[in-house]
């Protein structure tokens, strides 16, 4: 059992408690999130041989008059951050929060998630943007909390990143 | 560390020519050892012989060997690491040890394991003791039931309570956290205790003391220490890789923050490296899970008194048991005793004698004259065990009960006395012919009796004794009656009175002398006064014996009376007749 801190990023209101609350094991309720600024929840998966305990680390949302502790960050192995695809906001603070996690802790695992996709009507996040975001190297996954589309695939592209490749015996 | 006098006298003894280097030496290094020579000097002698020192080993050794034990006083009096350095080492050794010379060991244990098993014997006996007793207290004090009903009342369990009221302190749980990622590397719980999700706490954890330092006003190298509440108390004592946490209800002694402190160092030494690259395996950290355990200490508010509860239950139960067996061991002899009585008894036989539940069960066979067993072992019965007896019918030969049996069966009349001489009834005394009759037939009856010896039995024939005796009496009232006369007179008158008393009796006597097998004869005899002339009188006496005779037949008296002629000499001056009864 590998134990993996990773942390869950995004603008205010992107949706990420809704998209992973039926997936983790809670112990603290939603308002940690808005007092303590984090809400700590554990997922467990399993990557081919390898048990991983993902500690989940929900950062309460970074807007204009918030910033993300930069204490929260340290000690990750990975991390995802989730995009609102109906607000173009949210896709900056994106790759904002990227650019500093990149600049603070170096290369990590990571992982972008477009959420809301079954609005896809009303997105505004066009194929450039995500053409965009693929550049930056990192798995890019469509989900929706509502529709209960990507989560388990979201935890598992980055996983697979979490998890050392050695060499089959 | 090494003086420069022992170095001196090292030089010395060792004898190194400064020379001796610079001519073994090939020619570029030649200038070099040259060059050497002239920069150090006297030093370089100093320096060469220190690095042959060095690198032979024996000499090395030898100094070593000089100090070594100082070293280790010294390092051991300032901390502890030693022991920590050395305990795998001397484990490896005991067993090595054991492994090829185990009497050795043994041999230098065997004083200690004497000792050591007694006191371990007595701690367990004192803790068993102590333990016997606080139950006892828990069950039966009134504290106990006070504190059982605040528990029913307040819907908390009963050692819930206890806990509450008696603890001092309770380190329910240590964590040991990653420093920079918050992460669990190891948890130990306590028992009793209940712990929730330890990774996540051990995750907020960290987020909070990341959210208090950036919440006021603190510089950066400021820690966590502690989380306060009002009977819970979490204690944090943070290393350089590590946190060690603590989860402590109750009032925890000054002592925990330098236990929590030397855990963490201690874990810093153990699992540095781990600590370093850790990576998300906790695996290198189970190897500190004994000493996080080692902090879950619990204290409770309880004194070392002396247990003068479980005591007195202890002397209670052994008292009880002393009686009960004293009880036990009571009707063992009391059943003995009874046995004995009735064996002893006479006319009693103990065909049996069991243990039942009830108590003891005797079979007796009872001859009918002997005493009756119940009421012989009447004081041996005590109350809780009861003497039971079933008899069966049986005749003894016994002589006592066989003369008794006679007894009873005969039933002799009072003059009768009965013996028994070996088998032979002995019949001795009077009893009539009716008696002596049923003694012949029912001798031979009576179990035990073989002869019957009746020389010295008088048997009186009642029947024939009565009627003697009657016709005594007879004779007798016959004797006395008399009648008179006038004077000079031999004629009956007015002596029909006389006749009816007479005539009956001579009736009478006829009848009982003829059962008797005799006859009667009733002489009459008449007698005149002194008056007048004695032959006159003589005839006067015969006539009126004649006179009553005739009268008597007359009146229907049998033909045995008869006149005596001759007057009756024995009486003078009376003029009458008197009668004389004789039998034949």
Known sequence: ?169 | MFSTEQLGSETAIHQIPPMDVSKQASEPLDALEQLRVLLLGADYQTLSDLRQQLLDRERYSLHVAEVISEALTLRAQQDNSLSEALSSTIETAVSRSVESNPSRLANALYPVMGPAIRRSIQEVLQQALEAFNYLLEQSLSVRSLIWRFDAWRTGRSYSEVVLLKTLVYQVEQVFLIHRESGLLLQHAVSPQAITKEPELISSMMTAIQDFVRDSFHVTSETSLKNLHLDELTVFFNQGPYAIVAAVVRGSPPAELNTTLAEVNEQIHRQSFFFLKVFQGDTQPFKNSLPLLEGCLKTQLRYKKKFPWLAIAALLIFMGAGGWWSYQYYQQQVLAQQALAVLRAEPGLVVVGFDKTKEGYHYELLKDPQAREPVTLIQSMQSFDSSLKIATKPYLSLEPDFVLARAKQILQAPTEVDLFLEAKTLKVTGKADLLWQQKLEQAWPLIAGIESLDQTELQVADSAAEKIAEHLHNLSMQIEALHFKFDSGSSLISHAEAHAQQVIPLILDLLKTARLAGKMPQVSISGAADETGNEVINERLAKERAVAMHDYLLEKGAPAVVIAVPMPDIGRRDERSIHYQVDLF
């Open chain 1, 1 to 169: 059992m590998l134990q993996k801190k990773i942390c869950l990023l995004g603008a205010f209101s992107v949706g990420k408690t809704s998209l992973i609350q039926r997936y983790v094991n809670k112990l603290f309720s939603e308002k940690y999130l808005t007092t303590v600024g984090v809400k700590i929840d554990k997922k467990q998966i399993t990557v081919g041989k390898t048990e991983l305990n993902l500690m989940v680390w929900d950062i309460a949302g970074e807007d204009d008059f918030t910033n993300i502790r930069s204490a929260h960050l340290r000690g990750l192995s990975g991390y995802i951050v989730v995009i609102d695809g109906t607000r173009q906001n949210s896709f900056n603070v994106a790759l904002a929060l990227h650019e500093r996690i990149k600049t603070e802790l170096g290369e990590v695992a990571a992982v972008f998630a477009l959420n809301k996709c079954d609005l896809k009507e009303q997105w505004v996040i066009n194929r450039e943007h995500i053409r965009t975001l693929a550049q930056l190297g990192y798995p890019v996954i469509e989900t929706s909390a509502k529709l209960d589309q990507g989560v388990e695939e979201m935890f598992m592209v980055l996983a697979r990143q979490l998890v050392p490749k050695k060499p089959e015996a």
